[in-house]
């Protein structure tokens, strides 16, 4: 008899996104640490793996203005997670950080502190930018193109695991008699040049809890894809349906051996949205209402201006389609990468929403309402339960990192009424069995190096 998969949960507390419905009366503040740690605490009461938090390094804009889906006077990702660290005790702390424009040695010491001071629960989602108006915000500017972009990523994260592996663990001794002291003169030391980053000297935060912190990765390109197979522990997928999921996962689990890896050393967890009712019939009613929430008239408008790189301001939002084409080159609409849709075809997918708007009688708004449908799990909490296993077990994926609608308060339906269904099942966890996120979720403890010091190929010499 086969062994049924334990179930991963995460939560992603909503930024730069479309997901959130900003008008309802239940919607808090995006701004203030309390809808940070309200939602935190729930996501533990839960007994999840892990709070995800997304980074933006510029406001995006349209048409000249900020675009009206992003957060004005958000705080900085590492703050908020050091903040989340004294008010939980077990919950994952994950962060997405940039590798375009970072160094190794600030954000190696910002991870190995945010562990420290968090006990063993920090995480890093590494993540690059093309986007040359987000370059404007740094000394360097510009921008990278994809093939250099992962190259640099690549180096980045291994320069950054050099440093966090540049301490054994045991070169800390407290003597009573002449105080604290290093056993080993090379502990922190590192040596590391390449045509990226060229460094030496001495790294000053000791081995923290998890040796290093978990890797997270979400690209979905071929180079993306591999990325993660050969350097991530965890991969963010956007393929939310059976069908999609199957094969993303297939693809991506069957690429580790290439890299010396198993399968169970990388997990795959979608985002993936729900609507939870007291029947089926009553989830699809409140999730209609909530996508015509979260596509208003005039956001619709803004999605529709992405695609067609024109101002549509004076188009009918509740009429056809625009009968002239998207302007093809440079998006000269939108500006800002995270959030803000790019297409490589618009000409061939402008013509594919005529088609289905024409078939399926659609106005622009509902026409973006439903290529835009964001909604994963619809139904009674018994139903959404049960779709999540099928999911899981048929290797769909590892788990799920869900998106509520609603902020800070939308998660709790979800533990109050499908984590009891899915633990009755024996797929998820009654309580944390250990205090480390790599114990959450079953990964391995990062390895110690053999005593010496970091050089430029990660290997102790």
Same mark, same amino acid.
């Given at each position: 008899?086969?062994?049924?998969?334990?179930?991963?949960?995460?939560?992603?507390?909503?930024?730069?996104?479309?997901?959130?419905?900003?008008?309802?009366?239940?919607?808090?503040?995006?701004?203030?640490?309390?809808?940070?740690?309200?939602?935190?605490?729930?996501?533990?009461?839960?007994?999840?793996?892990?709070?995800?938090?997304?980074?933006?390094?510029?406001?995006?804009?349209?048409?000249?203005?900020?675009?009206?889906?992003?957060?004005?006077?958000?705080?900085?990702?590492?703050?908020?997670?050091?903040?989340?660290?004294?008010?939980?005790?077990?919950?994952?702390?994950?962060?997405?950080?940039?590798?375009?424009?970072?160094?190794?040695?600030?954000?190696?010491?910002?991870?190995?502190?945010?562990?420290?001071?968090?006990?063993?629960?920090?995480?890093?989602?590494?993540?690059?930018?093309?986007?040359?108006?987000?370059?404007?915000?740094?000394?360097?500017?510009?921008?990278?193109?994809?093939?250099?972009?992962?190259?640099?990523?690549?180096?980045?994260?291994?320069?950054?695991?050099?440093?966090?592996?540049?301490?054994?663990?045991?070169?800390?001794?407290?003597?009573?008699?002449?105080?604290?002291?290093?056993?080993?003169?090379?502990?922190?030391?590192?040596?590391?040049?390449?045509?990226?980053?060229?460094?030496?000297?001495?790294?000053?935060?000791?081995?923290?809890?998890?040796?290093?912190?978990?890797?997270?990765?979400?690209?979905?390109?071929?180079?993306?894809?591999?990325?993660?197979?050969?350097?991530?522990?965890?991969?963010?997928?956007?393929?939310?349906?059976?069908?999609?999921?199957?094969?993303?996962?297939?693809?991506?689990?069957?690429?580790?051996?290439?890299?010396?890896?198993?399968?169970?050393?990388?997990?795959?967890?979608?985002?993936?949205?729900?609507?939870?009712?007291?029947?089926?019939?009553?989830?699809?009613?409140?999730?209609?209402?909530?996508?015509?929430?979260?596509? +208003? #008239? /005039? !956001?619709?408008?803004?999605?529709?201006?992405?695609?067609?790189?024109? *101002?549509? $301001? %004076?188009?009918?939002?509740?009429?056809?389609?625009?009968?002239?084409?998207?302007?093809?080159?440079?998006?000269?609409?939108?500006?800002?990468?995270?959030?803000?849709?790019?297409?490589?075809?618009?000409?061939?997918?402008?013509?594919?929403?005529?088609?289905?708007?024409?078939?399926?009688?659609?106005?622009?708004?509902?026409?973006?309402?439903?290529?835009?449908?964001?909604?994963?799990?619809?139904? +009674? #909490? /018994? !139903?959404?339960?049960?779709?999540?296993?099928?999911?899981?077990?048929? *290797?769909? $994926? %590892?788990?799920?990192?869900?998106?509520?609608?609603?902020?800070?308060?939308?998660?709790?339906?979800?533990?109050?009424?499908?984590?009891?269904?899915?633990?009755?099942?024996?797929?998820?966890?009654?309580?944390?069995?250990?205090?480390?996120?790599?114990?959450?979720?079953?990964?391995?403890?990062?390895?110690?190096?053999?005593?010496?010091?970091?050089?430029?190929?990660?290997?102790?010499?």
């Amino acid at each position: 008899m086969s062994t049924l998969k334990q179930i991963h949960l995460a939560a992603h507390f909503p930024g730069v996104n479309n997901t959130t419905v900003w008008s309802d009366p239940a919607a808090g503040s995006h701004i203030e640490f309390g809808s940070f740690a309200q939602f935190a605490q729930t996501a533990e009461r839960g007994k999840f793996d892990f709070l995800f938090l997304a980074e933006g390094l510029r406001l995006r804009e349209q048409n000249g203005q900020i675009y009206d889906l992003d957060v004005v006077g958000r705080p900085d990702t590492f703050t908020v997670l050091t903040a989340l660290a004294a008010v939980t005790e077990r919950l994952g702390l994950t962060g997405t950080i940039n590798s375009t424009f970072n160094e190794p040695y600030e954000v190696a010491r910002q991870f190995a502190s945010l562990d420290h001071l968090s006990g063993g629960r920090a995480a890093w989602n590494v993540v690059t930018s093309w986007d040359a108006f987000t370059g404007e915000n740094f000394r360097r500017g510009g921008f990278l193109a994809e093939n250099q972009r992962y190259e640099r990523a690549k180096t980045f994260l291994r320069t950054t695991l050099e440093l966090l592996d540049s301490w054994r663990g045991d070169e800390i001794v407290a003597d009573k008699e002449s105080g604290v002291f290093l056993s080993d003169p090379n502990a922190g030391q590192f040596t590391h040049k390449d045509p990226h980053f060229d460094i030496h000297g001495r790294f000053n935060v000791p081995r923290s809890p998890q040796g290093r912190p978990v890797i997270f990765q979400a690209g979905d390109s071929d180079e993306g894809r591999d990325f993660a197979a050969s350097a991530a522990d965890a991969i963010f997928s956007r393929h939310s349906t059976l069908g999609a999921g199957q094969a993303f996962y297939a693809d991506v689990k069957g690429r580790l051996a290439r890299h010396g890896r198993r399968r169970d050393e990388l997990l795959i967890l979608p985002a993936a949205t729900f609507v939870i009712g007291d029947t089926d019939a009553e989830a699809d009613e409140i999730a209609h209402e909530v996508r015509l929430a979260q596509v +208003s #008239p /005039q !956001t619709a408008i803004k999605f529709l201006e992405q695609l067609w790189n024109r *101002d549509l $301001s %004076d188009h009918d939002p509740d009429g056809p389609l625009p009968s002239v084409d998207p302007v093809v080159g440079e998006n000269t609409i939108s500006r800002g990468r995270a959030g803000v849709r790019m297409f490589r075809d618009p000409i061939a997918i402008a013509n594919d929403w005529r088609a289905k708007a024409e078939a399926e009688n659609l106005t622009t708004r509902e026409l973006i309402v439903e290529v835009t449908g964001r909604q994963s799990f619809v139904g +009674s #909490p /018994q !139903t959404v339960a049960a779709t999540i296993n099928d999911f899981v077990q048929a *290797d769909a $994926s %590892d788990g799920f990192i869900l998106v509520p609608h609603i902020t800070p308060g939308g998660l709790d339906p979800f533990v109050d009424r499908v984590v009891p269904l899915l633990q009755e099942r024996g797929v998820f966890r009654a309580d944390y069995a250990g205090t480390t996120l790599r114990e959450h979720l079953g990964l391995a403890p990062a390895p110690r190096r053999s005593a010496g010091r970091a050089t430029s190929s990660g290997v102790a010499s």
